[in-house]
């Protein structure tokens, strides 16, 4: 029996590590499947159709054993495509995301390192830039604690909802009118709903 392979829904998705809408039986005896969606590399990705792969699933999975690829399956008429990897390959990301997720909770929580990664992902998410300062630094640590609880348990949607949520905020810092708008204090609250 080879390696046991774990799949995952969206190719989309997959790269936010968000949850499997489906189940899918595995093509093959001693299969896993899978409720995680793991991160790929798109270098080591081969792309094919789900009917090829159908085809073809001894010889695809054999293939994407000895070269270590991942496969991604593209279905017709809109629906997800699925991630295919070893199951090697999916601990392997797990372990480096629990690893890495750690130390990012470990930065964020040392006051003299906070202000230089929350200054690092500015850089690296250009819309951070329009946080306030303290939002900077509330977003990092919010970010930090909140992949690492994701990693613990192997599902990220909370992850990237809370991306979004910021970025969502950095959007109204980025019109100032707006901001004001909504920062500054209601006169009379309304009794009726508008």
């Given at each position: 029996?080879?390696?046991?392979?774990?799949?995952s829904a969206d190719a989309h998705h997959a790269s936010y590590c968000g949850e499997v809408r489906g189940i899918w039986?595995?093509?093959r005896p001693g299969a896993v499947v899978?409720?995680?969606?793991?991160?790929?590399?798109g270098p080591m990705a081969k792309t094919l159709p789900m009917s090829r792969f159908i085809q073809n699933y001894n010889q695809h999975l054999a293939e994407a054993e000895r070269s270590d690829d991942v496969l991604v399956l593209q279905q017709r008429a809109g629906r997800p495509s699925w991630v295919l990897e070893t199951e090697g390959r999916v601990r392997a990301t797990s372990e480096a995301t629990e690893?890495?997720?750690a130390a990012l909770a470990a930065l964020v929580h040392d006051e003299t390192l906070v202000d230089r990664f929350a200054a690092a992902l500015a850089a690296a998410l250009p819309?951070?830039?329009?946080?306030?300062?303290?939002?900077?630094e509330a977003f990092a640590a919010e970010a930090a604690d909140t992949l690492?609880?994701?990693?613990?348990?192997g599902r990220f949607s909370a992850f990237?909802?809370?991306?979004?949520?910021?970025r969502n905020t950095a959007e109204v810092w980025s019109d100032p009118a707006l901001a004001a708008s909504l920062a500054?204090?209601?006169?009379?609250?309304?009794?009726?709903?508008?």
């Open positions: 029996m080879g390696p046991a392979v774990a799949f039986r595995a093509a899978s409720t995680q969606v793991v991160a790929y590399a690893f890495l997720s819309w951070v830039a329009f946080l306030p300062e303290r939002d900077r690492r609880a994701c990693a613990s348990i990237a909802d809370l991306i979004e949520d910021w500054s204090e209601v006169p009379e609250p309304l009794d009726q709903p508008v």
